[in-house]
């Protein structure tokens, strides 16, 4: 996180955070309130490896920030923390956000986050994101949610688009569907223009070589 005063990196100790650069200091709560979706994924597996569901995360996260969705990735999101301060960062994030993303890879791993959040069920909007698995592996309490599978060709997409309903973003939505509409007229356009240049210039040539042709 960013301090507001100066921009430079916040170090949370103690519940409270340091600017490095000019020593502000902010409560632990500090940029959480803004939080809009919480990423719900195991982070490590029995072997201490980073998992599949980790990686999915990540990737998820960059795409929702990149459309200015504040969107809580613990790896990202509050990479130095650990212990009591990590936990309160957490509770402060799931506190606020509006839409909880269940994220895994393994049947394993949805019923360890089911036991981890199912608390915050019933005051958030849940989207479980599952790959490797059949929808029918995941917990029953997931069954009255609509699951995507992260395979799916334009799932990412997808994804995205309902969120930014969920959030009453739906503009957006339809500027970008004009953007791609207009970009692909644009190709569209340029293809066209090409082909008939080539043509052209396939037609000087032919006229140049039948007119020297008759001068011989």
Known sequence: MKCKNCGGELIFQNGMGICENCKNTYHLDYGFEKTEVYICYTESDAHGRRTKDSIMADE???KLESKKIHTFYERKSV???TGDDLQAANYQA???AKILLIIGAS???FEHLMQKYTEYFSEKTVIPVYTDIRPEELPPELN???ALNYNTIGAEADLINGILRLLGREKEIKLEE???RTGKRKKIVV???SFLLIIGIVVVAILLL???SLVD
């Open 178 to 180: 004009l953007h791609q």
């Open 210 to 212: 039948f007119r020297e």
């Open 60 to 62: 998820l996260y960059q």
């Open 79 to 81: 990479p130095s923390l």
């Open 94 to 96: 799931i506190y606020h």
């Open 191 to 193: 293809i066209v223009l």
């Open 107 to 109: 049947a394993d791993h």
């Open 144 to 146: 009255r949610v609509q």
